[in-house]
């Protein structure tokens, strides 16, 4: 597996709580991404970055913050839960885009469930 | 939504047999690559395809890609048991990877 740990792996929390989530990486890969995964939606991406302190949006960013102040770690942030953001949640990350551009396999941790009350 | 389209969503084979699921896309892409996920995982990377290539073989997994009718399929022959999962396409957009919804695949012993 690639070197590749998400914290926590399980989480309870009730509506309106700020709520971090952790993901560290070891392969010094360049590109980061969040994702959650939801029955009849498949993955759909929140955030990603491409270097410290680079981060874009995604698809459904609304509702989420992120920060990446060092290569290997990329937190997500829900300032104030809701129960819409009830999920699990994915951490990716990849190597630097090819000469083509084309963007290489991503490698995926195990996960976080998050349970918003 | 950009999202791709998997058919069939949910598939049911005996050990054995060829299993196929298809992948839908919508833009013009720059590769295409397919995951597979455990019950309770994350998703692993199985194959990628470039846009100028039409077959790929890796072990037991074929992907073709047609990219005039934007779409790709994956076959794996001569299931076992521990192919059951869930399978989903990626592909390219226009910054980066979007996600199908997925085949869940069960091979019966």
């Known amino acids: 597996d690639a070197g590749i740990t998400q914290s926590p792996r399980h989480k309870v929390t009730e509506t309106g709580t700020p709520v971090t989530l952790r993901c560290h990486q070891t392969?010094?890969?360049?590109?980061m991404y969040w994702y959650r995964q939801d029955p009849g939606h498949g993955l759909r991406l929140i955030h990603y970055s491409y270097g410290v302190k680079d981060t874009d949006k995604g698809e459904v960013s609304d509702g989420y913050s992120v920060s990446r102040s060092k290569t290997e770690d990329f937190l997500l942030t829900l300032e104030s839960a809701t129960s819409s953001q009830t999920s699990v949640y994915f951490c990716a990350i990849s190597e630097s885009r090819g000469a083509s551009g084309a963007y290489n396999e991503q490698f995926f941790g195990p996960g976080t469930r998050l349970t918003v009350l | 939504s950009q999202q791709g389209e998997e058919d069939p969503q949910a598939l049911s084979i005996q050990e054995g047999e060829n299993a196929t699921m298809n992948c839908s896309y919508k833009t013009s892409i720059n590769n295409l690559q397919w995951y597979r996920q455990n019950s309770g995982r994350g998703l692993v990377h199985l194959i990628l395809i470039r846009s100028n290539e039409r077959e790929k073989h890796s072990g037991r997994l074929r992907v073709t890609l047609d990219t005039s009718k934007k779409s790709s399929s994956l076959l794996i022959t001569a299931s076992r048991a521990a192919d059951t999962a869930s399978y989903f396409c990626a592909y390219q957009g226009a910054q980066k990877l979007v996600f199908g919804q997925g085949t869940r695949l069960t091979i019966n012993p």
């Open positions: 392969e010094n890969h360049r590109y």
